[in-house]
């Protein structure tokens, strides 16, 4: 009995599992049926609206500032090199690297002595050779008294031969007689020649020894010019800067032993490209006087300077491109010779330009608008220049509109967006539109498209605008204004 009982157990759960799958079954089958005989539905998928910042598009006239960087320099730099050799035996309290001098404050001094016993000894050869002019010239005196002598002297001889020949004419005289006044007369002529070649002498003593004076005095400012040398003296206000000499150290000639800046003359040297550089030229082709702003970042206190472009390099410079430009600064508190600065040019003004985020300027050279149902339309811009993170843009009919300051990838003309403006900034107005009649519709149709002067691109634009249900109320006014009705 238990084993029956138990068989006829197994038995009922046998066919009650065997029971609930054939049900299982037919529930799968006929949800299977039911979902292929159902008719296919569209899926309706809703349009995404993206949310963009836009600002309104206003002409103004802006003044572009051009951004090198270069490097500060002074433009008085003095080299203090050693005029002479020698031990330097002095040095001033401010001759250190830094220090501050004045005009005409003596730095250093070198070992005079050697200098000194040369200019002592030129004195000595100068004394000499003023003595020698002085005997010189009482040799002249003697040599002319002495051919006065002479010269008495043939005097004397000639009459005293005249008398001797007269009475030898009378028959007083002897031959002889004759014949001894004759070489007396004839030896003292030569005793005027021999004077005269004293004075000549004597005479050409005076140039020698008035040469060599001149000799003396060059060989004497010579030597003390080479005792000035000896010491070196600051030419103007300045720093030190490059200090090499010590006291005690031995210099040579022409050994440089420090560099002398004024830091109140401070200019700034930078690169700009070709095309840089002709904006800044004037009227007749020159340099401009643009103002200029210099600089320096230290970290959050930002040192600036102000000044102007004074001039450009003469050449380019081998392997190099561009023009090198120099501008004096006014006052640079702070600034040294070296620093590497960013240097801000003011260029001419520029009008007529839009001023946007270089975000709203797309890689094609197009910016994107708010439309009519406030679609995104697309619009040329021409770029005049780059200012930092924004551009300046011209370009017609973009006065007034509103254009999306970020461009994105999922952004393009005829995308439907919500315009928000950017925070702080002014509520934007869009534009009026107005409904117009079929017959005002036709008539500004037919005018512009028989207008010559409007471009194809523009026509096409306003041809476009007049097609759909609203058209901009300043596009309408601005045509019927020159329609005269």
Do not use: C, H, W
Not at 122 to 128: K, V
Not at 250 to 255: D, I, K, M, R, T
Request: glycine share 8%; proline share 4%.
């Amino acid at each position: 009995m238990r084993f029956l009982r138990q068989s006829l157990a197994g038995l009922f759960l046998v066919a009650m599992t065997a029971g609930l799958l054939v049900y299982a079954g037919s529930l799968v089958y006929g949800a299977v049926q039911a979902r292929l005989s159902e008719e296919p539905r569209p899926n309706r998928s809703r349009e995404r609206i993206f949310s963009v910042t836009v600002l309104p598009a206003e002409i103004q006239s802006v003044a572009p500032i051009l951004t090198a960087f270069g490097q500060i320099e002074s433009a008085r730099t003095l080299d203090l090199r050693a005029g002479a050799s020698g031990t330097v035996l002095e040095l001033s309290e401010n001759f250190t690297e830094g220090g501050n001098v004045d005009a005409g404050e003596r730095l250093l001094l070198i070992d005079p002595a050697e200098a000194q016993s040369a200019l002592d000894r030129a004195g000595s050869d100068l004394s000499d050779a003023e003595l020698e002019v002085r005997e010189a010239a009482r040799a002249i005196g003697l040599a002319q008294d002495e051919l006065d002598a002479a010269r008495e002297q043939v005097a004397l001889r000639e009459k005293a031969f005249a008398r001797q020949e007269d009475l030898a004419k009378r028959g007083v005289g002897t031959a002889a007689t004759v014949e001894s006044a004759e070489l007396a007369a004839s030896s003292a002529r030569q005793s005027v020649l021999a004077r005269r070649q004293a004075l000549a002498q004597a005479e050409a003593r005076v140039e020698q020894a008035t040469t060599r004076i001149a000799r003396a005095k060059l060989a004497k400012a010579d030597a003390l010019r080479r005792l000035e040398d000896t010491a070196i003296f600051a030419e103007f206000d300045g720093a030190l800067t490059e200090v090499t000499a010590s006291r005690g150290s031995l210099v040579s000639a022409n050994e440089r032993l420090a560099r002398l800046i004024d830091p109140n003359a401070l200019e700034v040297s930078f690169r700009l490209s070709t095309a840089q550089y002709a904006r800044l030229l004037d009227e007749q082709g020159g340099l401009s006087d643009a103002p200029v702003s210099v600089v320096l970042d230290v970290f959050g206190a930002d040192l600036i300077a102000t000044g102007k472009l004074s001039r450009d390099s003469a050449s380019v410079g081998e392997g190099q491109s561009g023009r090198l430009v120099f501008a004096t600064l006014d006052k640079a508190p702070g600034f040294k010779p070296g620093d590497f600065v960013r240097v801000e040019v003011t260029e001419p003004e520029i009008g007529g330009v839009i001023r946007l985020p270089a975000t709203a300027l797309g890689a094609d050279g197009n910016v994107l608008l708010i439309g009519a149902e406030d679609r995104l339309e697309a619009m040329a811009a021409t770029l005049v220049r780059r200012q930092g993170d924004d551009v300046l843009v011209r370009a017609r009919g973009l006065r007034g509109r509103n254009v999306v300051s970020a461009r994105t990838p999922l952004l393009g003309a005829g995308i439907k967006v919500k315009p928000l403006t950017a925070e702080g900034a002014t509520k934007i107005e869009e534009p009026e539109m107005l409904e117009l009649s079929e017959e005002r519709r036709a008539k500004i149709r037919a005018f512009v498209e028989a207008n010559k002067r409007i471009p194809d691109e523009a026509k096409a634009r306003i041809l476009s605008q007049l097609d759909k249900p609203k058209v901009p109320a300043q596009m309408v006014q601005r045509i019927e204004g020159r329609m005269g009705g």
